[in-house]
């Protein structure tokens, strides 16, 4: 009875994946959710297609049905090489590359081009919606670095072609983020450029007021200097008229003086009164 316990559980252990210590790459610890591989014995333990399918949906639950679908008929309905497409397609690197999973899924075109939009479909509608907002309302300049934006973009990437777009969504915020920042600091300089200018201006139009005002005081000195030598000037010519007059007024009283002399009748005698 025993050994049927254990020969059950070890079946139940095969078909369901037996529990393994985490990985230790980031990769693999990106996509845990997926579960982890498993080995299963050579035999199918006869289950059908939808049992396999269950199976697989359990161990993915974030993979979409069609997918895990079509990896299972691409792969003949063979549970192992279905979980190792799978694990590839989720991992994108590892023991089982995502080339050569994609490799044997050529011979449908159809079958290729429903896995990959499927598998990046889920990721670019949960990052898409966040991708712009993050970028444009100024992250980095909240202390976000661009190196960490770029790291978490890179590993949100599904594909090439989704890198090189969210390379280019971040390479134009970025432009735009350091065309802002040097605008604003060449605003900056130029402000405090025109503020300095301005302060010149100002105390130089204070030296001139000053400057202008000592000439002026200087200049009304000089006018009312002017006016007071005027002033001297004409009192000196009226000064010049008066003396030049009492000479004359003089000079005739002394002539006036002569020729009562003259007339004196008594030569050599003065009249008494007069001495």
Request: glycine residues 8%.
């Amino acid at each position: 009875m025993s050994a049927g316990i254990c020969g059950k559980r070890l079946g139940l252990e095969e078909i369901f994946g037996s529990p393994l210590p985490p990985p230790p790459s980031a990769k693999r610890s990106r996509c845990a959710r997926y579960g982890s591989p498993v080995r299963h014995s050579n035999s199918d333990f006869g289950l059908g297609s939808e049992d396999k399918l269950s199976i697989l949906l359990r161990m993915f639950p974030a993979m979409d049905r069609k997918v895990v679908e079509t990896v299972l008929n691409t792969q003949d309905h063979k549970i192992d090489d279905a979980i190792k497409s799978l694990h590839a397609l989720c991992l994108g690197d590892g023991s089982l590359s995502t080339e050569g999973v994609i490799s044997d899924l050529q011979s449908n075109d159809s079958v290729l081009e429903g896995v990959m939009n499927s598998q990046t479909s889920g990721k670019k509608v949960e990052v898409s919606e966040n991708d712009g907002a993050d970028l444009q309302s100024g992250e980095a300049g909240k202390g976000t670095s661009w190196v960490d934006i770029f790291v978490k973009e890179m590993m949100n990437a599904s594909d090439l072609g989704d890198v090189r777009g969210r390379a280019m969504k971040i390479l134009e915020a970025f432009e735009g983020d350091v065309v802002a920042q040097t605008t604003a600091v060449v605003e900056q300089n130029e402000s405090n450029l025109l503020k300095e200018q301005l302060h010149c201006l100002v105390r130089d139009n204070q030296i001139l007021k000053r400057a202008v005002a000592i000439q002026h005081e200087r200049n009304s000195e000089n006018e009312e200097k002017i006016r007071e030598v005027q002033h001297l000037k004409h009192a000196i010519c009226q000064y010049q008229e008066q003396v030049r007059a009492l000479e004359m007024h003089n000079y005739t009283l002394k002539i006036h003086l002569q020729k009562a002399q003259e007339a004196n009748s008594i030569p050599g005698c003065f009249h008494p009164d007069m001495f």
